[in-house]
């Protein structure tokens, strides 16, 4: 254990990494509900969706441990399974062609990590458009929560207004709403997960939760339900290149925040880079080819760090608790089957991308408009790669008026072209 992942030269110890990994799969552990809930509503059979979500998490996490050496989890990523359920339900295609897209990004995630190019691409998107993303998706996943619980609804004359708070629904995901928030406040660890927990209880309770067993053996695994030629028949390239966008900005994005969190860092530089940044791309293949929405790198994982975990051996732990949940899918397809016990953590997950808008320029128009138009479009056109296009589209436009258009990266021309492109022929 000492040699594999270097516990002395890491001034940690056993027994603080497994207790940093039982610390990071509670912070995290609301996926493993919340996503089968969310890709169920897009017609993707509960049990396909609940165990890719674990195999997927597992493999990346097992990468991240044994590989790269990191305390760091992989699993399904928040607003991009919003997203799949999103493409299915607006652009008229099944689920086995969006499962197609993520297929594709995920093997084109894997090329770009063992190149240059990922870093490359990286470097050329301007900052402002990075933080618009994470907070665009932030609201629509936000409002995707507030739609599940009833807290706001349809209507005719204005879309939306405000929902019956008088439901059952509603008060219960407004109730568990405010527990996960005062569970929070009070830094409590695994909150987001214990919130949901004490909302299932009282869901119970008020008879609205029906409980058909809570252990059973793990359900059967399902190969390859995608269809990749019928990406290429509807044209979803927009599609496939959102889905390799924003796993391509949250991951990179985690990996430094929690490395540098963790003082792993050497010179501003990655080491053992490769590794890390193929265990989500494996993670996003693997749980395409199962049934899942793409991977990535999770942010909670900064809770095992803030408990003094700093190797492999936390990864490792986590992973092993994601594993063990296979043998509880009657509990978590109860609570996932009642939307007030997993809206609150969809609003509340929401909040946390919000914090990238603190690090744009809105003072300057041709940094803050690409930005807001970004921001803005994903949660009004219910599609997160509409507010990437417009915002590709608007950046070089108001720089090259401005007399900026130097300074923005040829890369940034060439996808702008081809958002147009695809927004006016094939939307």
Same mark, same amino acid.
């Given at each position: ?55 997927? !998490? ?23 399974? !919003? ?143 995608? #269809? ?13 290149? +959102? ?6 900005? #949250? ?91 997993? +809206? ?84």
């Amino acid at each position: 254990m000492e040699r594999l992942f270097n516990l002395k030269e890491l001034e940690t110890n056993a027994k603080t990494e497994v207790v940093a990994g039982m610390t990071t799969f509670m912070a995290m552990a609301y996926i493993l509900v919340v996503n089968p809930a969310i890709l169920s509503s897009a017609g993707v059979p509960f049990n396909q969706v609940f165990m890719a979500t674990i195999i997927a !998490a597992v493999t990346g996490t097992l990468i991240m441990a044994l590989f790269a050496n990191y305390p760091i989890a992989i699993a399904p990523g928040m607003g991009l399974n !919003a997203y799949f359920a999103s493409v299915v339900a607006t652009q008229g295609v099944s689920y086995q062609i969006v499962f197609g897209t993520v297929f594709l990004a995920g093997v084109l995630f894997l090329l770009l990590s063992i190149t240059k190019l990922r870093e490359m691409l990286i470097e050329s998107i301007p900052e402002s458009i990075k933080h618009a993303i994470t907070s665009g998706i932030g609201l629509f996943i936000a409002f995707l929560g507030l739609k599940m619980a009833g807290i706001v609804a349809g209507n005719k004359e204005t879309l939306v207004s405000i929902g019956n708070l008088h439901q059952p629904g509603t008060l219960l995901a407004i109730a568990g709403l405010f527990i996960t928030l005062i569970l929070l406040a009070r830094k409590v660890k695994g909150a987001l997960f214990i919130g949901m927990l004490v909302t299932a209880v009282i869901g119970y309770f008020m008879g609205m939760l029906k409980l058909n067993g809570v252990v059973s053996a793990p359900p059967p695994l399902v190969f390859f339900d995608m #269809d990749i030629s019928g990406v290429f028949s509807h044209g979803l390239f927009t599609v496939v290149f +959102a889905f390799l966008l924003v796993t391509l900005f #949250d991951t990179t994005g985690t990996l430094i925040g929690v490395t540098e969190q963790a003082g792993l860092m050497k010179n501003g530089k990655l080491p053992r880079a490769k590794a890390a940044l193929s265990a989500d791309a494996v993670a996003t293949t693997v749980g395409a080819a199962l049934g899942t929405s793409p991977s990535t790198a999770y942010i909670e994982s900064s809770t095992g760090v803030a408990a003094g975990g700093r190797s492999g051996l936390t990864a490792l732990t986590a992973g092993a608790l994601m594993l063990s949940a296979l043998f509880f899918s009657p509990l978590v397809s109860a609570i996932a089957s009642l939307p007030a016990i997993t +809206a609150p953590a969809l609003i509340i997950v929401g909040c946390y991308m919000m914090e990238g808008l603190a690090k744009i320029n809105w003072r300057e128009l041709d940094e803050a408009f690409p930005a807001f138009i970004t921001i803005l479009a994903m949660p009004l056109t219910s599609s997160i790669a509409t507010g990437i296009a417009l915002g590709f589209i608007t950046y070089p436009i108001i720089k090259l008026v401005s007399g900026k258009g130097k300074n923005v990266h040829a890369l940034i021309y060439v996808f702008g072209i081809l958002f147009a492109i695809q927004l006016y022929f094939f939307s």
